[in-house]
């Protein structure tokens, strides 16, 4: 009778090793994708009152920069010594 419970254990163990081994591997846990950044704007320094803004949204008149129509035509600032 102890040869029989023997054999029996021995027989649950190859079957839950065997089982284990015709399991396929879980699939592993794959890392969220870093989210895309859009890389920064050109930042440019509007002539007339020195407010930086993007260069897509400046206003352009010979080598001056402006933040609006209205700087544009104002021009550069005066210089007042500093």
Known sequence: MKYLLVLLVIGIGLWMVTRR???PAPP???APAEPKV???AA???CAHCGLHLPAADAVLE?????CGEAHRLLGPRASDGR
């Open 21 to 23: 081994l015709r399991r």
């Open 28 to 30: 592993k846990p794959q």
């Open 38 to 40: 859009p890389a920064p």
């Open 43 to 45: 930042m440019v320094e």
């Open 62 to 66: 010979g080598r001056h920069v402006y």
